[in-house]
T-cell receptor
């Protein structure tokens, strides 16, 4: 069964450092998303991406965040200067171009900022 | 997203049916109801979705009331592995941006 894969599964970084989280969406999918979940809290939408550009972003997705699809397979989330409050699970998701359909989520990347 | 209301927690015995309710009284005519679940800290997992008619797949059944203001997710024979947080979501537009609430924490007891 096709799946969304994310790397790394866990990253520890120092405050102020740059972090790149990587995702490989399902190959024929066209819509891509990043969500995050701070420990014990709700899953929060960060950004959606379609046709090589951001289609929507939340208030959380400020100038410290950026997304990129550098090639035909990877979808990355970059945090330029991490803060303690960026510690969370980050989930990548994708779906195909259909009228309705499921969003496929990866297993997540746990980011710990010290 | 159309506001949904779910009980914070439920439990059921292993092997019995788990019936998880959701109210979405402000849903509009063309909005679908989606159910996802999250097992521990794993990525959310799609379960089922529907518009008007009842739906069934290999994981669950979805019963939507005639007025579409509420729905029930049914896990016909719950197992311990079904212990998870279950989310009822009604996306407002076709962007598939899902807004997760607090969901219902289902505990399946041995």
């Amino acid at each position: 069964e096709p799946e969304v894969t994310q790397t790394p599964s866990h990253q520890v970084t120092q405050m102020g450092q740059e972090v790149i989280l990587r995702c490989v969406p399902i190959s024929n999918h066209l819509y891509f998303y990043w969500y995050r979940q701070i420990l014990g809290q709700k899953v929060e939408f960060l950004v959606s991406f379609y046709n090589n550009e951001i289609s929507e972003k939340s208030e959380i997705f400020d100038d410290q965040f950026s997304v990129e699809r550098p090639d035909g397979s990877n979808f990355t989330l970059k945090i330029r200067s991490t803060k303690l409050e960026d510690s969370a699970m980050y989930f990548c998701a994708s779906h195909a171009l259909t009228d309705t359909g499921e969003l496929f989520f990866g297993e997540g990347s746990r980011l710990t900022v010290l | 997203d159309a506001k949904t209301t779910q009980p914070p927690s439920m439990d059921c015995a292993e092997g019995r049916a788990a019936n998880l309710p959701c109210n979405h009284s402000t849903i509009s005519g063309n909005e679908y109801v989606y159910w996802y679940r999250q097992i521990h800290s794993q990525g959310p997992q799609y379960i089922i979705h529907g518009l008007k008619n009842n739906e069934t797949n290999e994981m669950a059944s979805l019963i939507i009331t005639e007025d579409r203001k509420s729905s029930t997710l049914i896990l016909p024979h719950a197992t311990l592995r079904d212990t998870a947080v279950y989310y009822c979501i009604v996306p407002m537009d076709s962007s598939y941006k899902l807004i997760f609430g607090s969901g219902t924490r289902l505990l399946v007891r041995p």
